[in-house]
C-alpha cells in the first residue's frame, strides 16, 4: 500500500509533509505534490503533517479521488524530489477546501 496526495493539494501545495518522510519519496511540480508509489512504505508520518488533508491511504482513497493514485504514479517519474520544507504557495489558504481543482493542476 502507498500514500496518495490527492486533489485538495492542487493550487496550495503545503510541504509540511516532505521534511517527515524518511525514504524522500514526495516529488514536486508546479502547484502540487505527488507521492512516488514504489518509494512509499506506508509509514504514514506524512497524512497528519498535511495541513490541507490532502495526503491519504490507498485504501481509504475515495471514489472520486483514484485517478490520483496513477497520477503520482506518473507525475513522480517526471517530477524532482523534495526532502525540505518550503513556503506554500502565497495563495494556498484561499484554495484549501475548494473542490473540482483537477483541471487547475500544471505539469
Known amino acids: ?28 511540480g508546479p502547484n ?13 508520518l506524512c497524512e497528519p503533517e498535511c495541513p490541507a488533508e490532502a495526503i491519504v491511504a490507498e485504501d481509504d482513497l475515495p471514489p472520486d479521488q483514484e485517478q490520483f493514485l496513477e497520477l503520482n504514479a506518473e507525475l513522480a517519474q517526471i517530477w524532482p524530489v523534495i526532502t525540505e520544507k ?14 473540482n481543482k483537477l483541471p487547475l493542476l500544471e505539469r
Do not use: Q, R
Not at 500500500?1 to 519519496?25: A, F, L, Q
Not at 518550503?86 to 473542490?99: F, I, S, Y
Open 86 to 99: 518550503k513556503d506554500p504557495l502565497p495563495d494556498a489558504d484561499e484554495w484549501n477546501g475548494k473542490p
Open 1 to 28: 500500500m502507498t500514500y496518495v496526495v490527492i486533489e485538495n493539494c492542487i493550487k496550495c501545495k503545503y510541504t509540511d509533509c516532505v521534511e517527515v518522510c524518511p525514504v524522500d519519496c514526495f516529488h514536486e
Open 32 to 44: 502540487f505534490l505527488v507521492i512516488d508509489p514504489d518509494e512509499c512504505i506506508d509509514c504514514a
